[in-house]
């Protein structure tokens, strides 16, 4: 068994909830109302800002050119793919960029970006990819939910779910998968522990995450 199958059967419960929540299920049904979405947009947008330091952080702590190469690559397909969802609903939701860099990250927000850049800053490749995985992994996952469940209607939020169960989007989620069976195979039990708990936090925080966007808590 891969170690990504182990670190999943410990949050399957948890990330199947997500399927669920009214936020999520709101965006595969075209009914969530536009303002949560736009309290979302900016709160994910300054989210991801420091998601891509922690990929940075990647490059900073290889000690191989391959894996430096995949980290910039990940950083850079997150600023410029995944971000790319983000900047188009902006447009549409008529955020400017002056309203973005005048908003503070939720409490929730700058909780999980934190623990993530503590994480990343304390450990080695393992520890940064682990941090990373929940969110690129566990969208992709709820992209291919609302996709299998509503299909891609004409709705406000249809461009949200293509981006996520792109052929793109796959290819990161991949990348980063390969990444961490490959840098845990030789760890110990212990260790491989301790990634188990950074997994299931930074899946907890995905959880309040959902709940902070519905809710539009600061």
């Given at each position: 068994m891969l170690?990504?199958?182990e670190l999943y059967k410990n949050v399957e419960e948890l990330w199947t909830s997500f399927y669920s929540h009214p936020f999520v299920d709101g965006i595969g049904s075209g009914k969530l109302d536009k303002e949560k979405f736009k309290f979302y947009m900016i709160q994910d947008y300054l989210y991801l800002l420091d998601y891509a330091k922690v990929y940075s952080l990647g490059?900073?702590?290889s000690t191989d050119e391959e894996t430096m190469a995949k980290f910039s690559s990940l950083a850079n397909g997150i600023l410029n793919t995944e971000?790319?969802?983000h900047r188009n609903y902006m447009k549409k939701l008529g955020?400017?960029?002056e309203e973005v860099e005048n908003t503070k990250m939720s409490l929730h927000n700058a909780s999980y970006t934190h623990y993530m850049?503590?994480?990343s800053y304390a450990g080695?490749?393992?520890e940064i990819a682990v941090s990373l995985l929940s969110c690129l992994w566990s969208y992709e996952l709820i992209g291919k939910h609302l996709y299998n469940k509503y299909g891609i209607q004409d709705n406000f939020y249809a461009d949200w779910i293509k981006g996520y169960i792109s052929d793109e989007y796959h290819e990161l989620n991949e990348w980063l998968l390969e990444l961490v069976?490959?840098?845990s195979e030789d760890l110990s039990r212990k260790q491989k522990e301790k990634l188990i708990e950074i997994f299931v936090n930074t899946s907890r925080y995905e959880g309040l995450f959902w709940d902070m966007a519905y809710k539009g808590e600061m």
């Open positions: 170690f990504t199958d490059v900073v702590k971000m790319t969802i955020i400017t960029n850049l503590a994480v080695g490749i393992a069976n490959r840098y």
